[in-house]
């Protein structure tokens, strides 16, 4: 059994917690706040109030990581409509990430309900319930993913939410957001929180529409927006701002590629440098200057 002493909660500032991992050299959320950030860039996002008006809601947590974004999802659903039925697919490489997660300080920022049903999720890897069917499906998410497509299962909000693709390129790649566009429902929403351009390209180039999710009322200076939602349908989205459209017209803009869905992180980055190099594309740092971005 492997060992959970890795995970050593550490506080955000909205006193939920998070953790860091040292494989990827990077903090499961933003240290603004774990919690705020799971209802703003992911349940608010994918307008999972509008959507909980109906009796059934269909959701795609990818990197189910300690559960938080399952838990905000559940949390406004429930608000909305206590009778909505949910369907629910987590993807998690690291089964003792949401075990590690449901140890007593850290559940403590959720409704009792919610809590219960993170313990069952991380304790037997499924949950169900009168108004919840819930699976976890433990591997690599390219390889998990495809079990999805092959039942058809059509999301109305997919939570995006892998380390950064610095860290972990491999689930940021157009062929990987393609496996993940057809779990999309036509009128569903995907939400992440990079606003990188090489993201954003390969949703594109995944055949999704893409917008921003725009600032909320506190951020940092250097901030332009708190990620990206991907649809089916353009007219409904926030427009990107001039600034952002112009970035994918630059170098940044080169998405990340994975054409067996099996290289290694390494592999994936050395290719992307190689196409990076030969672009004739504008420089990124021409863009930063001309809008004054550090
Ligand atoms: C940024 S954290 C996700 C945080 C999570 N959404 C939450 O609310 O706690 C990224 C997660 O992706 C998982 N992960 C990394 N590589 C993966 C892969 N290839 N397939 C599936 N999950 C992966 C990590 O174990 C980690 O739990």
């Given at each position: 059994?492997?060992?959970l002493?890795?995970?050593?909660?550490?506080?955000?500032?909205?006193?939920?917690?998070?953790f860091?991992?040292?494989?990827?050299?990077?903090?499961?959320?933003?240290?603004?706040g774990a919690?705020?950030?799971a209802?703003?860039k992911?349940?608010?996002?994918?307008?999972?109030?509008q959507?909980?008006?109906?009796?059934?809601?269909r959701?795609?947590?990818?990197?189910?990581?300690?559960g938080?974004?399952?838990?905000?999802?559940?949390?406004?659903?429930?608000?909305v409509?206590?009778?909505?039925?949910?369907?629910?697919?987590?993807?998690?490489?690291?089964?003792?990430?949401?075990?590690?997660?449901i140890?007593p300080?850290?559940?403590?920022?959720?409704?009792?309900?919610?809590?219960?049903?993170?313990?069952q999720?991380?304790?037997?890897?499924?949950?169900?319930t009168?108004?919840?069917?819930?699976?976890?499906?433990?591997?690599d998410?390219?390889?998990?993913?495809?079990t999805?497509?092959q039942?058809?299962?059509?999301a109305d909000?997919?939570?995006?939410?892998?380390?950064?693709?610095?860290?972990?390129?491999?689930?940021?790649t157009?062929?990987?957001?393609?496996?993940?566009a057809?779990?999309?429902?036509?009128?569903?929403?995907?939400?992440?929180?990079s606003?990188?351009?090489?993201?954003r390209?390969?949703?594109?180039?995944?055949?999704l529409?893409?917008?921003t999710?725009?600032?909320?009322?506190?951020?940092?200076?250097?901030?332009?927006?708190?990620?990206?939602?991907g649809?089916?349908?353009?007219?409904?989205l926030?427009?990107?701002?001039?600034?952002?459209?112009?970035?994918?017209?630059?170098?940044?803009?080169i998405?990340?590629?994975?054409?067996t869905?099996?290289?290694?992180?390494?592999?994936?980055?050395?290719?992307?440098?190689?196409?990076?190099?030969?672009?004739?594309?504008?420089?990124?740092?021409?863009?930063?200057r001309?809008?004054?971005?550090?």
């Amino acid at each position: 059994m492997p060992s959970l002493l890795p995970w050593i909660p550490q506080p955000t500032d909205d006193g939920s917690f998070t953790f860091f991992s040292e494989e990827f050299g990077e903090a499961f959320h933003s240290r603004q706040g774990a919690k705020a950030e799971a209802f703003q860039k992911f349940a608010q996002a994918t307008e999972l109030a509008q959507k909980a008006q109906k009796n059934h809601v269909r959701l795609l947590d990818v990197c189910y990581g300690l559960g938080y974004n399952t838990a905000a999802a559940l949390e406004t659903i429930w608000a909305v409509n206590p009778t909505c039925h949910v369907a629910l697919y987590g993807l998690e490489l690291d089964a003792t990430v949401p075990q590690a997660a449901i140890a007593p300080p850290l559940l403590a920022s959720w409704s009792p309900t919610v809590q219960t049903v993170l313990q069952q999720i991380a304790q037997t890897h499924t949950c169900i319930t009168p108004r919840l069917t819930a699976t976890l499906l433990v591997g690599d998410a390219r390889q998990t993913i495809q079990t999805l497509c092959q039942q058809v299962f059509q999301a109305d909000a997919i939570f995006f939410d892998p380390f950064s693709p610095r860290r972990c390129p491999q689930l940021w790649t157009i062929e990987f957001f393609a496996l993940v566009a057809r779990c999309l429902a036509p009128d569903g929403r995907l939400a992440t929180y990079s606003r990188a351009a090489a993201v954003r390209s390969a949703m594109q180039a995944a055949g999704l529409a893409i917008g921003t999710i725009p600032l909320s009322a506190t951020h940092l200076p250097h901030e332009w927006s708190q990620g990206t939602i991907g649809s089916f349908d353009q007219q409904t989205l926030p427009t990107l701002a001039p600034m952002e459209q112009e970035h994918l017209q630059t170098r940044a803009a080169i998405p990340y590629r994975d054409p067996t869905l099996s290289d290694p992180a390494d592999v994936i980055l050395e290719r992307h440098q190689q196409e990076q190099a030969l672009s004739q594309l504008e420089s990124t740092s021409n863009w930063r200057r001309r809008w004054q971005i550090q």
